[in-house]
Structure formats: C-alpha cells, structure tokens
C-alpha cells in the first residue's frame, strides 16, 4: 500500500480506505477461485449459490475485521430498544444470519456473516476430527486444486455424521442455538477495550484473520493483493495466475 495516499484515510476507523478494499479484494478472489454460481433465475430470484452471501460477506469481514462493525450492531440494538439486554441482542445478530441462503443485506446480515465465520473457524477442526485445520483449510476444499466445483454445503457433507455439522442449514442451526457465548466474547471483549480506551477505536484489536486493529489490519508495506490472498491461504503463484487481467 506504499502507493496509496492515505490508507487509513477516512475519519470512521471502521471504514479506513485499506480496510474497505481489502473487503472488496476478497470478493474478487472469492469470484476467481471459487465457484461463486451467481445465477438469476427467471423470476428474478438469485440461483443456488455454491457461495451463501453470509459466507461471502462474513469471510470479507473476517479479513478486515468485523468486531467493531458487531459491536456497533449490538450498541444499535440496545439504543433502539430499551427492554433489549446484550444476550438478546447476541441473539439478534445470530439470528441475522437467516437460513443459511436468504440475505437482508444491511449491516447486522453483515455482523452475523462475519460472527458465523468466526465460529467456523473456531470449530471446524475439531468438527471435521482434524482433516480441515482451519479457515484456510475450508477454503482450500472450496477451491478443490483449482476446479471451483464445490460448494460450502458440499464440505460441509464430508464432515463425521458424529460433528453434527452434515450439512450447511445443520451449521445454521448450530451456530444460531450454540454460539452465543462465542459471539458474546467477541463483543465483550471488544466492548472492555473500548472502554478502556475512552471510546477510541482506532487501536482496538478488531478481530481479523491474523490480527491488528483498525489502523494495523492492513500491512501498509504489503502488496495489497499478496496480502489478501496469503491471508487465505492460497498460493500466490495460483493468486497471480487467476487475478492477472486479460
């Protein structure tokens, strides 16, 4: 990013210039390396997305960091309804997260992608008895050596009938009725060093894929692309290859 003016331009933190194209750039990865199946059938409707928008969307988050834009969506609830605690606003977001396919797209849709990322991660190698270690793993067995013929529930249907993870609307399920405590710890966690702070965010750690916080997040020095995809654990060379403009 040493070319970029300002990187961290913009007065919101949570809406730092690098912060937003990194976001974008992993849906053009997402749209090179994975089977995205962005269909719409003939009433309108989107077609059967090998790529669920929470997934798309969540994992995005999960790059430049979401836990301030959770959060945010939690404080929001809480100021607009005053009978409204912090468990049942956890169970808002979680709840965001729909059926896995249908999406709201407003900014508590986006919180719960990047909430539903996060407690993939954090299962997925116990649920998957150590075959898929981790994000990264989930993706490479999206990507499937580069034949892009795989989609999420696919992966999904490999895991151990004991996971109860055998499908995507059984992770659905799951995440909505479990992870609340996980959630919660994001948040709190989140909401102690705001305080701390004195309400600035901008040196908060904000829960991304490898760490930092609004102005960190994003390696100023790096290329922005080698960033991104090194992020997601895919090899550069394939990275290079697939993002090269024709």
């Known amino acids: 990013m040493s ?14 210039f690098d912060r937003t194209i990194a976001h974008e750039m992993v849906h053009a990865v997402f749209a090179r390396t994975l089977n995205m199946d962005q269909d719409i059938n003939d009433d309108g409707t989107a077609g ?3 790529i669920p928008k929470w997934f798309n969307e969540g994992s995005a988050e999960y790059i430049k960091g979401g836990a301030d834009r959770l959060f945010g969506e939690v404080r929001s609830i809480l100021s607009k309804n005053n009978t409204a605690t912090v468990d049942s606003a956890i169970q808002d977001v979680l709840n965001a997260v729909g059926d896995g396919q249908s999406w ?29 270690a981790d994000f990264s ?23 151990p009938a004991s996971s109860g993870w055998g499908s995507l609307s059984d992770f659905i399920a799951d995440f909505k009725t479990n992870a609340h405590a996980f959630v919660k710890n994001i948040y709190t966690t989140y909401d102690s060093a705001f305080t701390s702070n004195g309400g600035d965010a901008t040196s908060i750690d904000v829960g991304a894929a490898l760490g930092g916080n609004a102005e960190t997040v994003v390696d100023d020095t790096l290329l922005l692309q080698q960033m991104i995809l090194c992020k997601l654990g895919l090899k550069y060379s394939l990275v290079q290859r697939k993002m090269t403009l024709r």
């Open 3 to 16: 070319d970029f003016v300002a990187p961290n331009g913009n007065d919101d933190p949570f809406n730092y």
């Open 48 to 50: 059967d997305r090998a």
């Open 104 to 132: 709201g797209d407003t900014s508590l849709n986006y919180a719960a992608g990047y909430a539903a990322v996060r407690y993939l991660e954090a299962n997925i190698n116990a649920k998957s008895g150590g075959s898929i």
């Open 137 to 159: 793993g989930f993706l490479a067995a999206l990507n499937n050596g580069g034949l892009k013929d795989k989609t999420v529930d696919d992966i999904f249907q490999t895991l």
